[in-house]
């Protein structure tokens, strides 16, 4: 076949909104491999640093608040100066953060060590905290709205990928360099990245010197993001009804969230008694689980739209999975078997993780030029339910009582569920676009 017949597809490769996502899929996996570490390497850390599983607690409490007060703040921010140099900045900041964390215990001990740690946790969430909003206005400017749900399923893939890489990873790492060493290896990557967005990302399909106008007439006319956010927008979107609705769901399904993915590690070491390289390997197992309901939802969420409309397509898969991970708590309580608790509670952390791409697609349709602050908003909310399980399971954990945290994360799970049957995805997004 010759050159001019070639299928113009195949000549031009990867698209470049595919191209873009691959960036966005890499910010989310290392925002996970970053958050995840301190947990994962708390098995070393108590005994050398002298630290209690309350102490642990209030570490991940620093990360969750500083996590969950810069999300409005940095979608904001990510309307302002564009998610290319929005994404340079904080994903800098969080490397420094992260390194942070394995330098201070040479400096200090004691109480100040507490504090460095504290604050470099907070630094840590601080920086992350515009990461999933401004990604969300990326995916709404790359993307056909038909595909909002899948490349946001997907992109949470690469949180449940990041958090099932890192058990093994750092307990292995440990073992061989110990816990400092490994969490300044794994810190390294975020530069090569940092790099490689600041030369090839764009805001935009149109500011792109890639992209064909085949692309741009496929991706079609997307809400163009409103870097002039005033605050009276800003007041009249927070006292949108779905957009509180989605909040309040969101933080009700984070609960659980938080608990399988930051507590899981210490679960099966202490309460089903694996040892610690096993936990790290067998803590895997939940996240890889959620790696794949998190795409398998933004998928079926599609579908679900597309066969259904807005209103109940958004509204099937959250009706479905959150009362589904309800029950799957219930089951793990009572499990006797060890491995079975751990395949009981991979299944519910896979089936939490399908309402991902729900979540967020219903938060760009009622954002459409604000998409980053609904979404900073509503993932504050989000960030809200690790603020009230991180503290609640730090001293659960430590009195060794697994099955009322349990229990709670039920209780939260029903709530979410009850919440999507007011959301009304289908009647709202039209007065903000």
């Known amino acids: 076949m010759s050159e001019a017949v070639v299928p113009k597809a195949r000549v031009q490769g990867v698209p470049v909104r595919w191209r873009i996502f691959a960036f966005l899929f890499a910010f989310g996996f290392l925002a996970y491999l970053q958050q995840k570490t301190i947990t994962v390497a708390a098995d070393s ?35 302002r100066l564009g998610a290319r140099r929005t994404f340079i900045i904080i994903t800098f900041v969080a490397f420094l953060a992260t390194i942070a964390t394995p330098i201070v215990p040479y400096l200090f001990s004691g109480r100040p060590l507490y504090f460095a740690l504290y604050a470099a946790q907070f630094g840590l969430g601080c920086a992350q905290g515009a990461i999933f909003p401004v990604s969300a206005g990326v995916f709404e400017s790359w993307f056909p709205a038909r595909r909002w749900s899948l490349v946001q399923g997907l992109q949470t893939m690469a949180l449940g990928l990041g958090a099932a890489l890192t058990p093994p990873l750092i307990t292995n790492l440990t073992a061989a360099v110990g816990w400092q060493s490994a969490l300044l290896w794994t810190s390294l990557p975020a530069l090569a990245l940092i790099a490689g967005w600041a030369w090839y990302g764009r805001n935009s399909p149109r500011e792109h010197p890639d992209v064909t106008p085949e692309e741009i007439e496929h991706i079609g006319a997307q809400p163009k993001t409103d870097a002039n956010i005033s605050l009276r927008q800003l007041l009249g979107l927070l006292r949108d009804r779905n957009v509180v609705l989605l909040f309040v769901s969101y933080m009700a399904m984070n609960y659980t969230f938080y608990m399988l993915s930051n ?43 597309g066969r259904l409309g807005n209103a109940w397509g958004y509204r099937l898969v959250p009706l ?39 979540f967020w697609g219903a938060a760009m349709n009622v954002g459409q030029a604000d998409t980053m602050a609904v979404g900073g908003f509503m993932n504050t909310g989000g960030n809200a339910g690790g603020l009230i399980a991180n503290p609640i399971l730090g001293y659960l954990s430590g009195a060794h009582a697994w099955n009322t945290a349990f229990l709670i994360g039920i209780g939260f799970a029903v709530v979410s ?17």
């Open 45 to 79: 850390l108590m005994p050398r640093l002298g630290l209690t599983h309350s102490e642990i607690g209030w570490l991940e409490q620093a990360f969750v608040w500083g996590y969950a007060l810069c999300q409005l703040p940095g979608g904001i921010i990510g309307q």
């Open 263 to 305: 507590w899981v590690f210490l679960y099966l070491r202490e309460e089903r008694h694996f040892s610690s390289i096993e936990s790290g390997w067998l803590a895997t197992a939940p996240p890889l689980a959620a790696a794949i309901g998190a795409g398998v939802g933004g998928l079926v969420t599609g579908i679900a739209i």
């Open 320 to 358: 479905i999975a959150m009362p589904a991970a309800a029950l799957l708590l219930l089951i793990a309580i009572h499990a006797s078997n060890a491995y079975l608790a751990l395949g009981v509670l991979a299944a519910c952390f896979g089936t939490i993780e399908l309402t991902e791409g729900a």
């Open 417 to 433: 569920a009850l919440c999507w049957l007011a959301i009304r995805v289908s009647d709202v997004g039209k007065s903000h676009a």
